[in-house]
């Protein structure tokens, strides 16, 4: 059981906006940590998505936004496209933990 | 642009040991952290270990704690994970992975499946 909290699955039609939660407690994303979030798509490796609670690194679109309030963050994807079908999973760290922590993931689905 | 490649993954018995190596380049291997993260069949991902860039700090997952070991060696660019007394519940691909900056993994490698079984 994931310390962080997401929903397993979203779904979607193409070009419609998607968010996935994440949420956490006051030992960890309301503690001030940030939240970095990966795409993995299917049978490849994990990718950064966005870090430091709201920023995109080189090359990923801006389709994509992160945010963060209180205890929970949330990942949007608008304009919803057939190659965003993926897992995502968020990431933080725990004042109770020498080490980083993942949430369960969440699959997005394009109908 | 970083590589990390990832080796040494099999099939082994419980209780056996393997090691894994992750060779990196394109990038200034001693200057950054570097992890083992870990996906089981059909899960999600669970973070196993970081050493950080000047090998004086070790950290570990609470399920893989006294049992595996974390090390690089920066005239190799490699990092490895030495993993003792391996349990069923090992069984996953292993994805060695660079810091952008602390706790951020920034670059991945593809991974090598380890299955613990007999």
């Known amino acids: 059981q994931s310390v962080l909290t997401q929903p397993p699955s979203v779904s979607g039609a193409p070009g419609q906006r998607v968010t996935i939660s994440c949420t956490g407690n006051?030992?960890?994303?309301?503690?001030?940590?940030?939240v970095n979030w990966y795409q993995q798509l299917p049978g490849s490796a994990p990718k950064l998505l966005i870090y430091?609670?709201?920023f995109r690194p080189s090359g990923v679109p801006d389709r994509f936004s992160g945010s963060k309030s209180g205890t929970s963050a949330s990942l949007a994807i608008s304009g919803l496209q057939a190659e965003d079908e993926a897992d995502y999973y968020c990431?933080?760290?725990?004042?109770?933990?020498?080490?980083?922590?993942f949430g369960g993931g969440t699959k997005v689905t394009v109908l | 642009q970083a590589q990390l490649v990832e080796s040494g993954g099999g099939v082994v018995q419980p209780g056996g040991s393997l090691t894994l190596s992750c060779a990196a380049s394109?990038?200034?291997?001693?200057?950054?952290?570097l992890h083992w993260v870990r996906q089981a069949p059909g899960k999600g991902l669970e973070w196993v270990a970081l050493?950080?860039?000047?090998?004086?700090?070790?950290y570990y997952g609470e399920s893989v704690k006294g049992r595996f070991t974390i090390s690089r060696d920066t005239s190799k660019k490699t990092l490895y994970l030495q993993m003792n007394s391996l349990r069923p519940e090992d069984t996953a691909v292993y994805y060695c992975?660079?810091?952008?900056?602390?706790?951020?993994?920034?670059?991945w490698g593809r991974g090598t499946l380890v299955t613990v079984s007999s």
């Open positions: 394109g990038f200034s291997f001693n200057s950054y952290g």
């Open positions: 006051t030992s960890n994303i309301g503690a001030g940590y940030d």
């Open positions: 430091g609670n709201i």
């Open positions: 992975a660079k810091d952008r900056v602390e706790w951020e993994l920034g670059a």
């Open positions: 050493i950080s860039s000047d090998e004086h700090n070790k």
């Open positions: 990431q933080s760290r725990d004042s109770g933990l020498s080490g980083l922590m």
